[in-house]
């Protein structure tokens, strides 16, 4: 039974090496067989998804504005602001200025040139705390060095698209996704907020992203493989991809007054933090399934299994001894994208849930088919390293 309260989602923006925007992804997702876009070469050993060519003008349309923000903070307000188009909701000044934002977001990118003159310059100094002081009042313009500030991707979308709530950033990989979906619904549900952007975006094409993956020995090396079937393989199994994804999540009510399409209603999102180190990431994901409360019958689910291989063996073994579920590991066709792959996750679900339609295997040794249309839709984010996530998105 529906209530005016129910978090309905009324606008998805999504980017990945797939494309941009929902119409593209779904059109693509929905061919059996497709093929992902991969760059091999540039970053080898390692395999990346790369970012599509992009007219950030669309999006952002004053240079000024896209000068001072690295490529993850445009690929965020890019997507948020499709997000925003796609629910009605930019240029209106009413909506977005009442309008709260929760955002996940890393460090951002650091200036590779900066740090290499910096450790060549401390091999013939020994004042280093000096001369990195030096470095730091000369060799980085402002913008830059707070581009490392999470939050900045926040300010940018507010900046841009003129979105003045409430702003929250979490920070921690999948984690900040999950967090970031699960507080947004949270306040919607609680009668705090009547509409809300949420989101993500993650630039793989980049040195120090791929380093903080691979210090810990997390990235696949060797020829490409479909994310179920890295176990084994040379390297931790994980191929990392760029890309985006934001949500307009709403109060049924409020959306109903507008007049807008909903896609689908956003049910629990349930999260944990597995202390791995002690075995506990079974029964967490097997707890997180009862919490989110299944439906009887067959259920889709779209699986942001990275491919590192202790976590997505924990959840393949997991979502396999459900003999109802039929997973789709989407990182196969767009690559792992941390913060915004639980954001993703959620809007593939609610993709599914409108075209009444569910996706083809993207693995076929495995994964099974569905058959029938999808009236709910699960949504995973089993983090490579730390921290468990899903969510139910289901009929509107």
């Known amino acids: 039974m529906s209530s005016p309260r129910d978090v309905v989602i009324t606008g998805i923006g999504l980017v990945s090496s797939l494309g941009e925007g929902p119409d593209t992804h779904w059109q693509k997702l929905a061919q059996p067989g497709l093929q992902p876009v991969l760059e091999s070469a540039r970053f080898a050993p390692y395999t990346v998804h790369p970012l599509p060519e992009i007219d950030w003008n669309l999006q952002i349309a004053k240079r000024g504005d896209q000068r001072q923000m690295e490529t993850w903070q445009r690929l965020g307000t890019y997507a948020a602001g499709m997000a925003l188009d796609d629910a009605g909701i930019k240029g209106n000044d009413d909506l977005c200025t009442t309008m709260d ?16 003159a910096i450790l060549a310059a401390s091999e013939s100094r020994n004042d280093r705390d000096v001369l990195l002081n030096e470095k730091l009042t000369t060799e980085l313009r402002p913008t830059l060095f707070l581009a490392q500030l999470s939050n900045l991707l926040a300010g940018n979308i507010s900046i841009v698209h003129k979105v003045t709530g409430s702003s929250r950033t979490f920070m921690g990989e999948e984690g900040a996704g999950v967090a970031a979906v699960e507080t947004a619904a949270a306040r919607i549900r609680s009668g705090q907020s009547t509409h809300i952007l949420v989101g993500g975006a993650f ?51 409020h959306a109903q007054r507008r007049g807008r399409k909903i896609y689908a209603e956003l049910g629990p999102v349930v999260s944990g933090r597995a202390r791995r180190s002690r075995g506990e990431l079974d029964a967490e994901i097997a707890a997180l399934l009862k919490q989110a409360a299944l439906p009887n019958g067959k259920l889709l689910a779209l699986s942001g299994a990275s491919g590192a291989h202790t976590a997505t063996s924990a959840e393949k073994s997991a979502l ?77």
Do not use: C
């Open 203 to 253: 630039q793989t094409e980049h040195s120090d992203m791929l380093l903080g993956y691979e210090l810990a020995g997390y990235l696949h090396r060797g020829p490409w493989k479909p994310v179920w079937q890295r176990q084994g393989a040379e390297g931790g199994g994980l191929v990392s991809g760029s890309g985006g994804a934001f949500l307009v999540l709403e109060q049924r009510e």
């Open 320 to 396: 396999d001894a459900n003999p109802a579920i039929s997973a789709r590991g989407f990182a196969t066709l767009t690559g792992h994208m941390k913060e915004a792959q639980f954001p993703f996750a959620v809007a593939l679900a609610a993709l599914a849930v409108d075209r009444k339609a569910a996706y083809p295997v993207f693995d076929a040794a495995a994964e099974k088919p569905f058959e029938g249309i999808p009236e709910t839709v699960l949504a995973t984010a089993i983090g490579y390293h730390q921290f468990e996530g899903m969510a139910l998105v289901n009929v509107a």
């Open 101 to 116: 934002m929760v955002v996940a977001a890393g460090g951002g990118e650091r200036d590779e040139a900066v740090d290499a």
